[in-house]
C-alpha cells in the first residue's frame, strides 16, 4: 500500500484543519493507521492512531480533546480532524500504516512500516 497525506497549512491559532491519508494499492481495512508529527529540531512523535482491531483509537494527552482520528474504508482514507489548534501544533504531520502493529507499541514509529509523505502545519500565534 502507498499512502498520500495531505491538508496541511497555515492556521492561525484557535484554528481547525483536517489532514487526509489516502492509500491505494491495497485495501485499507486491514491496516492500523496512524499520525505522527516533527517539528523542527525535534523527534518524530505519536499523535493518534486508530487500531484496525480491537477498533480502538489511541491519541497523546496533549491533543486529546482537541484531535479527532478516523477511517473511511470505502474511500481509503484516514483522517485527522485537529481542533484549537496551538503553536505548538506546528510541525510535519505523516501518516503511517501497519497490518502487524499490536496495542503495546501502538505509539512507536517503528512499529508502522508503510509511510506517506509529510503535510506541513504552521499554526501562528
Known amino acids: 500500500v502507498q499512502l498520500q497525506a495531505s491538508g496541511g497549512g497555515l492556521v492561525q491559532a484557535g484554528g481547525s484543519l483536517r489532514l487526509s491519508c489516502v492509500a491505494s494499492?491495497?485495501?485499507?481495512?486491514?491496516?492500523?493507521v496512524a499520525w505522527f508529527r516533527q517539528a523542527p529540531g525535534k523527534e518524530r512523535e505519536f499523535v493518534a492512531a486508530?487500531?484496525?482491531?480491537?477498533?480502538?483509537?489511541y491519541y497523546r494527552d496533549s491533543v486529546k480533546g482537541r484531535f479527532t482520528i478516523s477511517r473511511d474504508n470505502g474511500k481509503n482514507t484516514v483522517f485527522l480532524q485537529m481542533n484549537t489548534l496551538r503553536p505548538e501544533d506546528t510541525a510535519v504531520y505523516y501518516c503511517?500504516?501497519?497490518?502487524?502493529?499490536?496495542?503495546?507499541?501502538?505509539?512507536?514509529?517503528?512499529?508502522?512500516?508503510?509511510w506517506g509523505q509529510g503535510t506541513l502545519v504552521t499554526v501562528s500565534s
Open positions: 503511517a500504516a501497519s497490518t502487524t502493529v499490536i496495542t503495546s507499541t501502538i505509539r512507536s514509529s517503528n512499529a508502522y512500516a508503510v
Open positions: 494499492g491495497r485495501t485499507f481495512s486491514g491496516y492500523s
Open positions: 486508530f487500531h484496525r482491531s480491537p477498533s480502538v483509537t
